[in-house]
């Protein structure tokens, strides 16, 4: 699994990358060494941190709140729980974007890694069906801030002569799949699907083994 990074010249929460970072690096000084349940910060504190007025700190507590950063201690209270997923923000590195060139040479790598893993993996009972790209890729955006791709797999054709050592549960042979694509760059985000129809929309098919 590839480690938690933020994309300079993108916004998160109407913040870039590196003013997030910072910002929330303070939110966290404050409630370093309290306990979980008391790890909390209030609206005013937030906007402070983040340098935002009241409104624009209003849109991205709600924002923050929607994505997990954040929960409510209490329905109807300005004060917020700091949560795991906050810290992650607080603690991630900040990267370039990948270039789109460079995106579309990672995609053709990608699809001979799946040719060559599904002739050559005989230890994993499942192959790679197909792989589809899609999410920021299909923008027309020049830099990307992540290169999602969807796989989907299906079980292997049992050998002749069956290999000793071979996955025995999805997780198992999931994880040497994942493993191969998101090594390449810390852009690659895998995700698995049933079928390609269940890939988000818009998608493009970068590999496709007929079996």
Same mark, same amino acid.
């Given at each position: 699994m590839n480690a938690f990074q933020l994309v300079t010249r993108h916004l998160y929460f109407g913040v870039d990358a590196l003013r997030l970072q910072i910002a929330a690096g303070r939110v966290l000084m404050r409630v370093h060494g309290r306990p979980p349940d008391r790890a909390t910060v209030g609206l005013e504190t937030l906007a402070q941190d983040f340098r935002l007025d009241t409104r624009e700190s209003r849109t991205m507590v709600e924002q923050m709140l929607r994505a997990g950063l954040l929960e409510r201690t209490q329905p109807d209270a300005a004060e917020y729980g700091i949560t795991d997923k906050f810290r992650q923000y607080a603690q991630a590195r900040v990267v370039e974007p990948l270039p789109r060139t460079r995106a579309q040479l990672m995609l053709t790598h990608m699809a001979d890694l799946a040719a060559h893993f599904n002739r050559t993996a005989s230890r994993n009972k499942y192959e790679i069906e197909a792989l589809a790209?899609? %999410?920021?890729?299909?923008?027309?955006?020049?830099?990307?801030?992540? *290169? /999602?791709?969807? +796989?989907?797999? #299906?079980?292997?054709?049992?050998?002749?002569?069956?290999?000793?050592?071979?996955?025995?549960?999805?997780? %198992?042979?999931?994880?040497?799949?994942?493993?191969?694509?998101?090594? *390449? /760059?810390?852009? +690659?985000?895998? #995700?698995?699907?049933?079928?390609?129809?269940?890939?988000?929309?818009?998608?493009?098919?970068?590999?496709?083994?007929?079996?």
């Open positions: 790209v899609y %999410g920021r890729y299909m923008s027309r955006e020049p830099e990307l801030p992540e *290169l /999602s791709v969807g +796989v989907t797999g #299906r079980r292997r054709a049992p050998l002749a002569r069956p290999v000793v050592g071979r996955a025995t549960v999805a997780t %198992g042979g999931h994880r040497q799949i994942r493993d191969l694509f998101e090594d *390449l /760059s810390s852009f +690659v985000q895998i #995700r698995f699907f049933h079928r390609l129809q269940n890939v988000p929309r818009p998608f493009t098919v970068i590999f496709k083994d007929e079996g």
